[in-house]
């Protein structure tokens, strides 16, 4: 197949397009803005090959995108550029709106115009997969059960709103006018090459350098991960072999406190490059609670293991030992980040970017 596929050089977006070109003979349109946090660094390996493409371009444009489906006649596509950050859409909800909302119903739009023009067995073969988060259904209490893909939506965050805005046009596009649309939603990713603004990397780049590690409220709050690498290979089985109309809800099924992961990263931080001054988690500081933090997040993904055939495979505890150790191992990377305005004023800031 010939994939266009939005916000490939983002976190996620990148990691599937890395897996496309190693482990699929699918070519790769790479539609990106080339926001802040994008990084074509995290496509060094896509340099030269020749199944690979990047296109810079604003999904809200809506001529750039009917341009581009009309220049690259794709045959599927991976939809998964997006304003993520939860704080930052607490600050400034605008640009979720924007991206999240208005890029995806113009993307929507401009497939829907192409597909609607393809020849027979193409417009049969032709796929629409939307990539979400399990954000779009609120919060978990202690003892509720894990969201599957039938929970309702309740998104409590500006960031959760307009990503449930987006699943809700997607699925309309479907129902309305028969667009073959996939939805997935997935619970936090983790691994190399995610901006650091994310709680992970922020608090392994924190740790290395010997400031506080903000923690917000008691720590208790809950998050589902998954490694990135198994949430790439679980998107293109959906691109794959996913049925039109269906919701696929991805997790490793590796639930942890907030607290808990960054204990994990300071005692794999600790382990690889001890401190002299101590244990890293005397680091730890807890911070005012943002507003509306979700409490628990949480999936059970056994309809699509079973739809699939895919289950994640990487253990959390090595996950995230094999993350710090990349972290301590492309400073080079992170360092430019860090040195630049963004860092001054958002990353230095440790009650506006907390676990």
Request: charged share 20%; proline share 7%; hydrophobic share 40%.
């Amino acid at each position: 197949m010939r994939v266009l596929l939005t916000g490939g050089c983002g976190f996620i977006g990148s990691a599937v397009v890395r897996y496309l070109l190693r482990s699929t003979d699918h070519t790769v349109v790479n539609v990106d803005k080339l926001t802040y946090a994008a990084s074509e660094d995290a496509l060094e390996e896509a340099a030269g090959n020749l199944r690979h493409t990047l296109v810079r371009a604003d999904i809200a444009d809506h001529a750039a995108m009917r341009q581009l489906f009309a220049t690259w006649q794709p045959d599927a596509v991976m939809h998964l550029a997006a304003e993520t950050h939860v704080d930052r859409s607490i600050d400034g909800p605008g640009p979720f709106v924007q991206t999240n909302v208005v890029g995806t119903y113009t993307l929507l739009d401009a497939a829907r115009e192409y597909w609607a023009g393809l020849p027979a067995p193409r417009r049969a073969g032709f796929r629409f997969h939307h990539v979400s988060t399990d954000e779009v259904f609120g919060a978990l209490g202690p003892g509720d059960p894990p969201f599957t893909e039938t929970t309702p939506y309740d998104p409590r965050s500006p960031y959760a709103a307009s990503k449930a805005a987006s699943d809700h046009l997607v699925r309309a596009w479907h129902h309305t006018f028969g667009l073959p649309t996939l939805v997935s939603n997935t619970a936090n990713n983790y691994g190399p090459w995610q901006f650091p603004e994310k709680l992970i990397p922020l608090v392994t780049l924190n740790a290395i350098e010997g400031k506080p590690l903000p923690v917000y409220g008691d720590g208790s709050n809950q998050r589902d991960w998954i490694f990135v690498e198994d949430h790439a290979e679980a998107l293109v089985r959906v691109l794959e072999g996913g049925q039109p109309g269906a919701t696929y809800a991805l997790s490793a099924r590796q639930p942890r406190t907030n607290l808990q992961v960054v204990h994990g990263i300071c005692a794999a931080l600790d382990a690889c490059l001890p401190d002299p001054a101590g244990p890293r988690a005397r680091l730890i500081t807890f911070v005012t609670d943002r507003p509306g933090h979700d409490f628990r997040y949480e999936i059970d993904p056994s309809a699509s293991e079973r739809a699939l055939q895919w289950r994640a495979t990487h253990d959390f505890d090595r996950g995230l030992a094999r993350t710090v150790a990349w972290y301590l191992a492309n400073r080079a990377w992170w360092e430019r980040i860090r040195a630049a305005s963004y860092a001054g004023q958002r990353l230095g800031q440790a009650p506006r970017s907390a676990a």
